[in-house]
């Protein structure tokens, strides 16, 4: 109902009626016409040719990633390396692949190869496996897991490739993985102390024995300033040549019973771990925490008990020394232990097939050749043929190592290649080290470690 | 009139009590379960090599008769028996040295805090390059000095008396501060009074001193108690459990048992209801403690 105003009383006057606001095409207030954009316009016809041609280009536009998106195929890769140049060869594989496969991008992620293991059992444990991954073994925990390889390239895919190493990539009828690069476990020697001291370095072909391959680098270290005679990798892999130097092995009966429990298990564990007492090698290595590798890179160690895969970084790394691998010496045999890095897939890929692809790609003839020569490593195929690493010191080491490794005994590859090997590492190294360290007696490490070996073929056979 | 629940307080609280149940109490329940089954990380009851078997309580009965479990709880505990103690004293020490003010006093109780402000990976590999065996500085000097090395991290008595000594500097400077707090609590009427009547300094730590600080010495001791049983970070970088096993404590035991054993995931909750409980129990011993202390 209508009030009327309160009479005037004086002063100001009242405020007059309320005027609305209206918008006249002429006043001053008044706006131009604003057509508000909407989805529907975009789609009806508007008239103006700019607008028009760039309405198109925004449909084809939206049209083309929608389809990119439906089509990508990226598939996550687990790596990890010794080297960086590893990750450069890789991420360049990577982009040969995707020029070759336009519809296949890799996102790639690394690891340190001590976090590897449980790296992977966790993403597969928590619903996000890789769908590629570098591995050098496969443990129990995830084996279920890994893509049979010879559903997707045939039961011939592992013909190019090293026997011994071939035959680490078949569990219970399938294809696991395809070999990356083969390891030899070997001595490598500061060649300049040796020439300083005037002791020679015997060839591949004639070796030496323990007892002259010790005499000598004792020799090199009193006529040096070489403080340690020999150092030694702290892993039950690298400890693994001096069993096998001893006539040893871990498994007997073509992989199928415990082999452990010999005279030359005993005779290997007594006889390292006096090496650790009796100034042959520091304590300090096996019995602590000091590197063997910075050790011998700086020149505090006449020799070194490693590998084939210390070649780039002793190449890249060592600058005032020379160096070079082998002979390995032999106790009653002479041996290297056959080492692999390989490439699998896991069947939880919502692309098996084009990860299997890309791993046939990736270890190919050509790419394995490469591979081999940019990361100065033996190749894992037969096929490669002689490669031209660049580096006469790296090219003679390797050599050296792969004839190791040829004249090895059968032990030397069929035992790392066990599946059972994944229950034995652990208690292997921790006894060990008990022995070197007085902790206890080579027999009760022995009888330690023939218990994880039948629980892991219990397991695995 | 109507009296209506506040529901203010529990929305502040809220988010703490849901990341702690989130965090902690959930898994911990999922630990007690799975310390139930043998199992590794990774379960698919569909595939029978991976599927979770239930053995009830036989982990627990594994547990009392597993010598290696037995001597790492042992050690445990004797470390944790003499690491404590040396924290509390050293930390009441340097409150009772650097709680006055003189020039110069902030940087000094800056460089005894810092430590405590450091990762432990930090201070595990600052100390081991200090006391590695060939190349560690400290034995490098004593070399020169004509004395000769000692076997920092070789030995193992002297390896577990090493793991202590670098524990007890890490964390000597948090509990300082707790305990300058403590002590700037407790009036100066009191060691006025008692001064008047002739008291020496002794006489004053003993019964002035030491009774009003009884509640921050306890609440230190809990602390103390729980970072000592759960030492991880710096024992695996300084000596990765070495020489041999002679340091491995119950959190690294229980760390390879799962993730370096297959299926050892089961075996290794068992251990960690067992580390809980006594970690719960030491909990309940110094709350009662506590009230006495406040009474």
């Known amino acids: 109902m209508y009030k ?261 298990s005993i005779n290997a564990l007594t006889k390292f771990a006096a090496m650790n007492h009796d100034g042959l090698m520091p304590l300090s290595v096996w019995g602590g925490t000091d590197n063997p590798r910075d050790l011998f890179f700086s020149g505090q160690a006449v020799a070194w008990m490693s590998g084939s895969w210390q070649v780039k970084a002793m190449e890249d790394g060592i600058k005032n020394f020379d160096w070079t691998a082998g002979p390995n010496p032999s106790v009653t045999t002479r041996s290297s232990v056959l080492g692999y890095k390989f490439v699998s897939a896991f069947n939880t890929s919502k692309y098996p097939a084009d990860a299997a692809d890309f791993i046939r790609f990736f270890t190919s003839k050509e790419m394995q050749r490469k591979y081999a020569q940019q990361l100065t490593v033996i190749p894992a195929r037969t096929d490669v043929g002689t490669v031209d690493y660049g580096n006469p010191q790296a090219t003679e080491a390797l050599n050296n190592l792969a004839y190791e490794l040829k004249i090895s005994p059968l032990a030397a590859s069929s035992d790392v290649t066990n599946p059972a090997i994944a229950y034995v590492w652990d208690t292997l190294k921790e006894n060990i080290v008990a022995v070197t360290l007085k902790q206890e007696t080579p027999q009760q490490a022995v009888t330690k470690v023939s218990a994880a070996i039948d629980k892991g073929l219990a397991a695995t056979h | 009139m109507n009296r209506r629940t506040p529901l203010t307080p529990y929305l502040f609280i809220f988010p703490s009590a849901a990341i702690f149940l989130l965090f902690i109490v959930w898994p911990a329940l999922q630990g007690f379960y799975q310390s139930l089954f043998r199992r590794g990380v990774i379960v698919r009851n569909d595939i029978p090599a991976l599927a979770a078997e239930f053995v009830g309580l036989g982990n627990f009965r594994q547990l009392l008769h597993d010598e290696r479990f037995l001597a790492v709880l042992g050690r445990t505990i004797v470390y944790t028996s003499v690491t404590v103690p040396l924290v509390v004293l050293v930390a009441l020490g340097l409150a009772l040295l650097l709680r006055d003010t003189f020039p110069g006093v902030g940087i000094v109780r800056a460089i005894v805090y810092w430590p405590s402000m450091v990762s432990l990976i930090i201070v595990g590999i600052s100390w081991k390059w200090i006391l590695g065996f060939e190349s560690g500085v400290a034995n490098y000097l004593m070399t020169q000095l004509g004395l000769a090395k000692v076997p920092w991290l070789l030995d193992p008595t002297i390896a577990l008396a090493t793991v202590v000594l670098v524990s007890v500097w890490a964390t000597a400077g948090f509990f300082m501060v707790i305990f300058i707090a403590g002590l700037n609590a407790i009036p100066d009427v009191y060691y006025e009074s008692a001064t008047i009547d002739g008291c020496g300094s002794l006489q004053l730590f003993r019964h002035i001193t030491a009774p009003l600080l009884k509640p921050t010495t306890v609440l230190v001791v809990i602390l103390a108690t729980i970072n000592a049983f759960k030492v991880f970070e710096q024992v695996i970088v300084l000596t990765d459990g070495g020489p041999g096993r002679a340091t491995v404590f119950m959190v690294q035991n229980i760390y390879e048992e799962a993730f370096r054993h297959p299926f050892g995931v089961g075996y290794a909750s068992a251990q960690s209801v067992v580390f809980f409980f006594i970690m719960l129990l030491f909990a309940f011993v110094q709350f009662r403690m506590t009230r006495g202390g406040e009474a």
């Open chain 1, 4 to 264: 009327p105003p309160p009479a005037w009383s004086g002063g100001r006057p009242p405020p007059g009626p309320r005027k609305e606001r209206t918008l006249e095409p002429n006043s001053r207030r008044a706006a131009p016409a604003v057509r508000r954009p909407s989805l529907r316009s975009l789609f009806e016809g508007a008239g103006d040719r700019k607008e028009d041609f760039m309405r198109k280009v925004l449909i084809a536009l939206v049209v083309f990633l929608l389809a990119a998106a439906a089509s990508a195929k990226e598939l996550s890769v687990l790596w990890f390396y010794d080297d960086p140049s590893e990750l450069a060869f890789v991420k360049q594989a990577f982009a040969e692949y995707t020029a070759q496969h336009p519809d296949v991008t890799f996102k790639l992620n690394t690891v340190s190869y001590d976090n590897l293991f449980t790296k992977v059992t966790q993403l597969i444990a928590g619903g996000t496996p890789p769908d590629i991954v570098k591995l050098t073994d496969v443990r129990p925990e995830f084996a279920p897991f890994v893509l049979d390889l010879s559903k997707y390239e045939g039961k011939d895919f592992l013909k190019p490739f090293i026997p011994g190493v071939a035959r680490g990539m078949e569990r219970g009828g399938k294809i696991i993985g395809a070999p990356l690069d083969v390891t030899a476990n070997g001595i490598i020697l500061n060649k300049s102390y040796f020439q300083k001291a005037g002791v020679s370095i015997p060839n591949e072909q004639t070796g030496w024995t323990w007892t002259e391959f010790e005499k000598a680098i004792r020799e090199v270290t009193t006529k040096t300033q070489a403080r340690f005679p020999l150092v030694w990798d702290v892993t039950p892999h690298r400890w693994l040549t001096f069993l096998y130097e001893n006539g040893g092995s871990i498994f007997k009966d073509n992989g199928t019973a415990n082999g452990f429990d010999t005279q030359a």
